[in-house]
């Protein structure tokens, strides 16, 4: 009969032995029907019987899942990467909008964010079937496109609503730090994200301030965001 050997301290399975075992100091033996296929996830229970630990399993297999998921979605992102490479050259030749490529970074972000999403169903499994059951695709989590313009489109927008607004900006400027703070940020910038929460907070500010006209603030965003 096969027996499996458990470690004296820690009480869990260090390997199996077949035959005889009376002069064995290895280690406490325990007669079984089997040798189970994974010895390190056997424990010996209060009343050194060998018992499966299932806290383990459940880990190691959530482990093994989420290698699984990272390792695809790696993949997947890798496999646009020729996608990105043409928008990008074709956007800067001329021969396609700024939008072609955030429509791939949004397809790569999908993928991102969709695997994210499957890790963390995962990792909130209780059981070793719930983890079997977990699948995911690549458009599970639907993502925007960043609607970004390019930094001249910006100041376009800015003089649409007088040559005198940018001049003004950049004088009050001087004496406001964080105005300064934030044109810098947007002046410096290749591309304005559209949606960014820091360029409409910007944008009302300066209408406030009197930098704008009234109204100006949503017609720069409308206009930066597009039909």
Not at 147 to 152: L, P, Q, S
């Amino acid at each position: 009969m096969p027996y499996l050997v458990f470690d004296s301290q820690t009480g869990r399975c260090t390997g199996a032995l077949e035959g005889a075992v009376e002069h064995f100091t290895g280690g406490v033996t325990v007669e079984v029907a089997a040798v189970p296929e994974d010895l390190s996830s056997w424990v010996l229970d209060a009343g050194g019987q060998p018992v499966q630990d299932v806290a383990l399993v459940l880990s190691r297999a959530q482990a093994a899942k989420v290698a699984d998921i990272k390792s695809q979605a790696s993949a997947a992102i890798d496999a646009t990467a020729w996608k990105l490479e043409r928008a990008r050259e074709r956007e800067a030749a001329g021969w396609a909008t700024l939008a072609a490529v955030d429509e791939v970074l949004a397809l790569r972000e999908s993928i991102r964010r969709s695997s994210n999403a499957a890790e963390a169903r995962v990792l909130a499994c209780t059981s070793l079937a719930d983890v079997q059951a977990v699948t995911w695709t690549e458009s599970d989590v639907a993502v925007p496109q960043p609607m970004r313009v390019t930094h001249a489109a910006f100041l376009d927008a800015l003089r649409a609503q007088g040559e005198s607004v940018i001049p003004a900006i950049l004088a009050a400027t001087d004496s406001n730090p964080a105005l300064l703070q934030w044109w810098t940020y947007f002046d410096q910038s290749d591309y304005v994200a559209a949606g960014d929460a820091r360029l409409h907070a910007g944008l009302q500010g300066l209408e406030f301030a009197g930098l704008l006209p009234a109204g100006g603030a949503n017609q720069i965003i409308a206009a930066l965001m597009g039909p």
